[in-house]
């Protein structure tokens, strides 16, 4: 049987070129794309002002909305919310929603795991088993807030996979959220997060959406300031130096002006020392960019050991003395589950112990 293509996956554009090549008159397609984008439609017949024969011709050659929610964990802290989903081909992919006094963002996955083997990340312990596609990875998101109840207006790219590595559906799946006939996501409200590609920081910083440049934000794993350190940390380090990756960063934010945010992993005795903050900030220098420091979350593999919240503290303040302003990543959902990628770990290894 020939494989039917995803409904949610087309941009409005191409939405409306696989209707017309049905004979479907135009205004039919902003009609299709906000009952899917906007109003929640998770199936033909919910489309109620489509002609009975179109939604019968759509379903014969589409699937709509291939992505169910498996488990949820609800913090009584502050309203975290982990999701575990599961996609049309059995795989299982992380989500999180968090609730901010102003406004509600979610953390969404791009890959069904993930490739680059970072050492301080569980979604990698298993590889990558394939790209999550740009209907999939808006559905995450559409799920979280039908499910939350709340409306979304900040979208991090920063679950499980390399979003840099999926980047056609990246690109796909900006268009479609923030078309103003769907779920209209401001796109300086998108935060994509990237271990430092760096032929894909160039492409970014030279791409542009309906012929404008692009005005999504990225975040950049530093995880260390020396070459010799990151790469004892992450693989990708290897393939680029820190000369490249700034180099890249400088030049999406001259083509973009949107500001930088780096993110540096705090690990016990590897990169939190008085040394590691001055290398740090000689190399952020001059930037106009936010810097997270985020104590690491352990994950068994790798035997990485988080700083109590005091040496964090104290590695902020050095690097406050050298002239760099950073701040410790506020720790939501502290209540429920602990990293990223140990969820789905979990139910992996859960499912496959049932399937002995
Ligand atoms: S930190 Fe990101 S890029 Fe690195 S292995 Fe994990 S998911 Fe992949």
Redesign the pocket.
Known sequence: MAKVKEIFDYTKDELGEMLAAKGVKPYRTKQIFSWLHAKGARSFDDMTDIPKDLRVSLAADHSIGALSIETVQKSKLDGTRKYLFRLYDGGLIEGVFMEYRDWNTVCISS?VG?????R?????VKGCERDMTAGEMALEIYEMERDAGKRISNVVV?????PLLNYENLMRFTDIITDSDGKGISQRNITV???GIVPAIERLAGEKLHGDHLQINLAI?LHAATDEKRRKL?P?AKKYDLKQLMGAADRYYDSTHRRLTFEYALIEGENDSEGDAKELARLLKGKNALLNLIPVNPVTESGLKRPDRRKCEAFKNKLENFGINGSIRRELGSDIDGA??QLRMRSTAEISRMRV
């Open positions: 890959q993930c490739a680059m083997g970072c301080l990340c569980a979604s990698t920063m679950g499980s996979g390399e997060s990237t271990c794993s992450m990708v990223c990628g």
